[in-house]
């Protein structure tokens, strides 16, 4: 089990969906909730508490999550040493979205929304 996880997605819906499944299936004892990908990176610079795991929606307004991946790779190297990264999408064969991974430190795509089934293969 993780201590903490960072869900970043502007959908309210999600968010409580995702976040009951994440603690639900017991991935993190806590999930910190940000609406865009300027309070993420707000949020990870100012805050002592780096999340183990952090699910990324690419599509938000404000700044979008390949925004979001392009200022992490400029954080400090212990968050990014320690924070795991999986995109949230519903639609995983997305060209663009593979290009994304192979590019950066993307743990991989997973489905929106959350599925226990999900955080069980994630917890191995």
Do not use: W
């Not at 795991?53 to 968050?79: A, K, R, T, Y």
């Not at 064969?93 to 743990?107: K, R």
């Amino acid at each position: 089990m993780f201590n903490l996880a960072l869900l970043i997605d502007n959908h309210d819906e999600d968010n409580g969906l995702n976040k009951k499944v994440i603690l639900d299936s017991k991935l993190a004892k806590k999930v910190i909730v940000r609406n865009n990908g300027k309070d993420a990176i707000n949020y990870l610079t100012t805050n002592p508490d780096i999340p183990d795991i952090i699910f990324l929606d690419i599509n938000m307004p404000i700044v979008d999550g390949c925004v979001f991946i392009h200022e992490f790779e400029s954080l400090p190297e212990i968050i990014k040493d320690l924070s795991r990264i999986y995109i949230l999408s519903g639609a995983q064969n997305d060209m663009h979205l593979q290009n994304l991974v192979e590019g950066n430190e993307i743990e991989g795509v997973v489905s929106k929304p959350l599925t226990s089934e999900v955080c069980e293969k994630i917890k191995q």
